[in-house]
């Protein structure tokens, strides 16, 4: 069965720290990674990966894929109180070819950045 | 360009009872995909709209269909609702201009209260 894990699912830290959130999967047919982050509202778009060792970034916040260990990391350095959020990493794994909209999602990790 | 849409944003109903939710997908963007979203089991997929067809589908019952007109807007039906329908229902848009990866762009979703 198609999987994703995240981890920690929780995390606590004060402005300033980095923070690393780990992603892995198992799925069939990958097509792409995706990171999003969650507040109160619907999740929002951060980056997508469908290559090994290609860093994104964006301001403080950077991915890698890793496609033959199959996980994810996305980092967070210099924290913020806006960084608070639950952050979701999904997978795209299609059904059958060339259809799109399948996204796997992991449990998600919970921020919670301290003043 | 205006955010996906979706109508209503809470809705409370009881068993037995069905529920209609509405989404309007970005401008341009033909590709609708629908998602549940509950504490326990996180953000679940359940089905994508391409053109008017549904193109892929979770692991859902019966009681869940969808359907997509012409102008991409997209309906989820929920029939005979039970408790545990009680969830934060998501809509996500894409352009689905080829057969790569393309970013999903979540709508503010429905919170679904079943009594």
């Known amino acids: 069965e198609d999987k994703v894990v995240q981890s920690p699912l929780s995390l606590v830290v004060h402005e300033g720290d980095t923070v690393t959130l780990n992603c892995s999967y198992e799925v069939t047919n990958f097509r792409s990674l995706l990171w999003y982050k969650q507040e109160k509202k619907a999740p929002t778009f951060l980056f997508m990966l469908?290559?090994?060792?290609i860093e994104k970034k964006s301001g403080r916040l950077s991915s890698i894929l890793d496609k033959k260990e199959l996980f994810s990391i996305l980092n967070i350095t210099a924290t913020q109180t806006g960084d608070s959020a639950v952050y979701l990493c999904?997978?795209?794994?299609?059904?059958?070819?060339?259809?799109?909209?399948?996204?796997?999602f992991g449990k998600g990790t919970k921020l919670s950045v301290k003043p | 360009k205006a955010g996906v849409t979706q109508t209503p944003r809470y809705l409370i109903k009881t068993r037995g009872q069905q529920v209609t939710l509405s989404c309007s997908p970005i401008?341009?963007?033909?590709?609708v995909s629908w998602y549940q979203q509950t504490p326990g089991q996180g953000l679940q997929f359940l089905f994508e709209y391409f053109s008017e067809t549904q193109r892929n589908k979770g692991n859902f019952p019966g009681r869940f269909s969808g359907r997509q007109f012409s102008n991409s807007r997209s309906e989820m039906n929920v029939s005979t609702l039970e408790l545990g329908d009680s969830a934060l229902y998501l809509c996500?848009?894409?352009?689905?201009?080829?057969?790569?990866?393309?970013?999903?762009?979540f709508g503010p979703g429905t919170r679904l209260l079943v009594l």
């Open positions: 996500a848009s894409s352009p689905r201009l080829a057969g790569g990866s393309e970013t999903q762009y």
């Open positions: 469908t290559s090994s060792g």
């Open positions: 401008s341009g963007h033909r590709s």
């Open positions: 999904a997978v795209e794994a299609p059904n059958y070819g060339g259809s799109q909209g399948n996204l796997i």
